[in-house]
């Protein structure tokens, strides 16, 4: 006979939320215990509880108290504390802000050996911004925060030596050397530079296509683009596995690497090899690459347009692309619009775009306050910043089965644009509901992912924000970690707002982007304040918009104000009871001004997402001894 299905009693539920109220209880003392603990020992002159207490204080916004206890150790010759009250100098948190304090804390700490104080000094003397710029105290510094493990500092010393810079003489060995010390510790960025060097074979390098795999695929595992899309060429063009060349674009595509998705149009646009012909498909990928302004890509949706594969015929906009492409210094284009089209007609072109190493940009990425030896864990990576360019890729051709046909007339037309999509998307809106979805991995094992959101907007738009970062700031650095957020179309997939959030050891961030075109809309700022959560809102030439305001007594409320005057508000929703306790997922609601721009709106709508990593990232599952302060 067979089992029947149990339903659940009011008595059970009640039973198996009684379970899980207690399991919270459970861990809601043993954390008051914890600091009970950590209070009573820093109280009796014990430096590293003094450390802790600190971090505590800082991580609940109390920095008067974060800096009295920091400073405390730091007096003590507590090399992590030095470091960390340089942090609270700089960015005046807690104490009036002062440069020159910052720097004297930094060098005692680099003078204890402490291996991130010595590559901030280094950065300093680098960059010459609150010191005198020295080249020979810059290398100084980062190398011995180098040969301290340091990956930053060694990821660093290897881009110096490989363009001979700062008084270095070039050498590719040692690039290689700091490089592959740096990429053994887990560094995703100078795995990437690695396998650079070994598939380029640069200077006395031999090169290795099986090494260059090797490390191009430990930097594709934890979510590198460049190492995902440069995996893919080597698997198509040297190994022959087309298949997981296809994968590998794929994942490179998903995050908007526009080189990876034009690839992908050109593979669906001929098919073989397992992949079926699919014009439909090569046409999406196309049109992601081409509205982030990927000539190549523009080029391959004129002859679309022209031939009629799997779209109508229309010569004017193919004309339109062919133009956008040319603009974008195609030659190609150029001969299509003279009505010449080249002698290999109708290809659709893969990219040609330029291999770069990648550097850390400027400061250190915001380890800020550490809560552990550096030689303990990761201290989480900064990611590749806008403007760094993929890997070349030389292709193989790909021909579509018609002919393109000689143009004889040229018509300007308008289409629908990114820049266009954002006046469509936020014009008519005020309300905005944004949802965090559950994932059932982070849940169960406490591991960070990457957050993804359901964005609604009133007048029907849906989108999808899909975080990108890096494995080890999402478990080092937690919600304090740098992200790209990217913010597309649930029905097309078409990316109209990219959100960066940069490492500094200033105030927190975020910029908000245009995607086509890569334009600076605006940016949101973290800004000190005792009492209250705040943050200004510029524009993009750095002109104050809005103030985020939350009163103490409105935590999960915040106002949007302009001129003193409430004008709108970001709020959290409460989530249920389950979730609240043992997910970071949550919900939002936003209310915009009346009388703000979409281009206003979508800054805004930037702010929530950084409101969400700054003060409701953390759960129940979060392991916070492990992270680091900012």
């Given amino acids: 006979m067979q089992d029947k299905i149990h339903w659940s009693t009011t008595r059970e539920e009640i039973e198996a939320f009684n379970n899980w109220l207690e399991i919270v209880e459970e861990r809601l003392e043993k954390q008051r215990e914890e600091e009970e603990l950590c209070e009573k020992l820093a109280v009796e002159g014990n430096a590293e509880y003094q450390f802790k207490l600190a971090n505590l204080y800082h991580d609940k916004g109390n920095y008067s108290k974060a800096f009295e206890w920091t400073e405390k150790a730091a007096h003590q010759d507590y090399p992590e504390a030095q470091f960390n009250v340089g942090v609270l100098y700089e960015k005046g948190e807690g104490i009036e802000q002062s440069n020159t304090k910052a720097f004297e804390w930094y060098e005692k700490a680099a003078n204890h050996n402490l291996a991130i104080a010595q590559y901030k000094l280094g950065r300093l003397f680098m960059d010459g911004e609150e010191v005198e710029q020295s080249d020979e105290l810059a290398i100084e510094w980062i190398k011995k925060s180098a040969e301290n493990g340091n990956f930053l500092a060694q990821n660093t010393l290897g881009n110096i030596c490989l363009e001979g810079e700062y008084g270095v003489k070039q050498s590719y060995q040692d690039s290689k050397r700091w490089f592959k010390q740096a990429a053994k510790q887990g560094f995703a960025m100078a795995q990437y530079n690695l396998g650079l060097l070994y598939k380029n074979g640069e200077g006395d390098i031999s090169q290795s296509y099986s090494k260059a795999l090797k490390w191009f695929k430990l930097s594709a595992e ?196 990114t820049g266009s999509l954002i006046e469509q998307i936020f014009a008519p809106n005020r309300k905005i509901q944004v949802k965090q979805r559950i994932e059932a991995f982070e849940l169960l094992t406490g591991f960070e992912t990457e957050n993804r959101y359901d964005v609604h907007f009133e007048n029907g738009y849906q989108a999808v924000a899909l975080e990108e970062s890096d494995c080890c700031a999402r478990q080092y650095c937690g919600p304090r970690r740098p992200f790209k957020m990217h913010i597309a179309l649930k029905q097309n997939g078409q990316e109209f707002i990219t959100l960066d959030r940069p490492y500094c050891f200033f105030f927190h961030e975020v910029n908000v982007f245009e995607t086509a075109t890569n334009t600076l809309l605006g940016k949101i700022e973290l800004r000190c304040s005792l009492f209250s959560r705040e943050m200004n809102v510029f524009d993009a030439s750095g002109v104050k918009m809005f103030d985020i305001i939350s009163p103490c007594c409105e935590c999960w409320t915040f106002h949007i104000e302009k001129d003193g005057q409430r004008v709108g508000e970001i709020r959290k929703k409460w989530s249920g009871f389950l979730k609240e306790a043992f997910t970071d997922a949550d919900n939002f609601g936003i209310e915009l001004p009346a009388t703000a721009t979409p281009q206003q709106k979508a800054v805004l709508l930037g702010a929530l997402f950084l409101i969400d990593f700054l003060y409701f990232e953390d759960s129940a599952n979060n392991n916070n001894n492990r992270r680091s302060w900012i």
């Fill in 222 to 417: 934890q979510g590198y683009n460049a190492s995902q899309y440069n995996l893919a060429i080597l698997y198509e063009q040297v190994f022959g596995e087309f298949q997981l060349a296809v994968k590998y674009y794929t994942k490179a595509a998903k995050k908007g690497n526009s080189g990876a998705q034009c690839d992908l149009g050109c593979i669906y646009a001929s098919g073989g090899e397992g992949i079926p012909q699919s014009f439909e498909k090569a046409r999406e990928y196309f049109e992601m690459s081409a509205n982030q302004g990927h000539s190549d890509a523009q080029l391959n949706l004129g002859v679309m347009y022209l031939n009629g594969d799997g779209v109508e015929k229309d010569n004017e906009e193919a004309i339109k692309w062919f133009r956008k492409s040319a603009r974008g210094g195609n030659e190609e284009a150029n001969y299509y619009l003279q009505g010449y089209p080249p002698q290999q007609q109708g290809v659709y072109v893969p990219p040609t775009t330029q291999e770069g190493y990648a550097q850390q940009q400027g400061y250190p990425p915001q380890q800020g306050y550490v809560q552990q030896q550096p030689q303990q864990g990761y201290i989480p990576p900064q990611q590749p910043q806008q403007g760094y360019m993929p890997p070349q890729a030389q292709q193989g051709v790909y021909m579509p089965p018609q002919q393109p046909q000689i143009m004889q007339q040229q018509v300007t037309t308008t289409t629908t644009t």
